[in-house]
Nanobody, 119 residues
């Protein structure tokens, strides 16, 4: 069964940090770009970051300098390190796989993990 599973979400105070994980089972992440997306209540889903098969990265302007995406192919896992969190980062975060970061449909999705930034 092909599956992506996110973990690492939770409640954190503004200025705090979280590291999200996206673990794959049933297929290798080595041959996929992995994107992180988020959806806040009442808002459309937005792209946060993506890492290509070759390790190239891109970020939404809203998270540049605060979030870092990385991959560990040996563990078949992609991470999203989130620092200096703000209340506006509150959302359900999803990871998804595609052949490349841009120009392709993301055809595998995880179930999401909740991130809440609040004092």
């Amino acid at each position: 069964q092909l599956q992506l599973v996110e973990s690492g979400g939770g409640l954190v105070q503004p200025g705090g940090s979280l590291r999200l994980s996206c673990a794959a089972s049933g297929f290798s992440l080595n041959y996929h770009a992995i994107g992180w997306f988020r959806q806040a209540p009442g808002k459309e889903r937005e792209g946060v970051s993506c890492i290509s098969r070759g390790g190239g990265t891109n970020y939404a302007d809203s998270v540049k300098g605060r979030f870092t995406i990385s991959r560990d192919n040996a563990k078949n896992t992609v991470y999203l390190q989130m620092n200096s969190l703000k209340p506006e980062d509150t959302a359900v975060y999803y990871c998804a796989a595609a052949p490349a970061c841009l120009g392709y449909e993301y055809n595998y999705w995880g179930q999401g993990t909740q991130v809440t930034v609040s004092s």
